[in-house]
């Protein structure tokens, strides 16, 4: 199975641009998606296919990559954005461990 | 708007089974492979099953975890999805959300069923 390795935690201020990588173990071409979760939530679809904006996000979020190496942005940070982001590739389904988001 | 409601989630004894349903509405159902995802409690998200549209025959994909302990099923006439498993073990406990892919990621989200495996 294709393993996706992300970065346990990040911590930012309000107002700033952050990136949070998910590199994968073998490539899965541009089948990689990003999730965003609260607490005692279900996760939220952000981005799919790498690259393209789910419906009702908003644009400060944004996703790049193709292969190997991908990254979610946001830009700018606002404090509700405090969660664990997710990504996923549906080259044979696995999801990364993610990546928590704090705000200073 | 767009509904997935788990359904069936409880308590069980290791070695017992549970069978888990999701109701769906707001979309068109048929045209979504639907999946199974668990989360443990303070983990992260696992992918248990997955199962096709009617014209790629209904086909199903299992999790090595759970490959020949649960199996995944739809009835599109009813728009719902389910999941029977078997010979639970202690580490399949888990909060289960059934999703909904049509993008390619999965799109809709259920609020999840808990599934307690202990003695």
């Known amino acids: 199975d294709t393993v996706l390795t992300q970065s346990p935690a990040l911590a930012v201020s309000p107002g700033e641009r952050v990136s949070i990588s998910c590199r994968a173990s073998?490539?899965?071409?541009?089948?990689m998606h990003w999730y965003q979760q609260k607490p005692g939530q279900q996760p939220k679809l952000l981005i799919y296919k790498a690259s393209n904006l789910a419906s009702g996000v908003p644009a400060r979020f944004s996703g790049s990559g193709s292969g190997t190496d991908f990254t979610l942005t946001i830009d700018p940070v606002e404090a509700d954005d405090t969660a664990t982001y997710f990504c996923?590739?549906?080259?044979?389904?696995?999801f990364g461990a993610g990546t928590k988001l704090e705000l200073k | 708007a767009v509904q997935l409601v788990e359904s069936g989630g409880g308590l069980v004894q290791p070695k017992e089974s549970l069978k888990i349903s999701c109701a769906a509405s707001?979309?068109?159902?048929?045209?979504?492979?639907m999946y199974w995802v668990r989360q443990a409690p303070g983990k992260g998200l696992e992918w248990v099953a997955r199962i096709r549209t009617k014209p790629n025959n209904y086909a199903t994909y299992y999790a090595d975890s759970v490959k020949g302990r649960f199996t995944i099923s739809r009835d599109d006439s009813k728009s719902m999805v389910y999941l029977q498993m078997d010979n639970l073990k202690t580490e399949d406990t888990a909060m289960y959300y059934c999703?909904?892919?049509?993008?390619?990621?999965?799109?809709?989200w259920g609020q999840g069923v808990m599934v307690t495996v202990s003695s």
């Open positions: 999703t909904a892919a049509i993008t390619g990621g999965f799109d809709y």
């Open positions: 996923q590739q549906s080259w044979n389904d696995t």
């Open positions: 707001g979309f068109t159902f048929s045209n979504a492979a």
């Open positions: 073998e490539g899965v071409n541009s089948y």
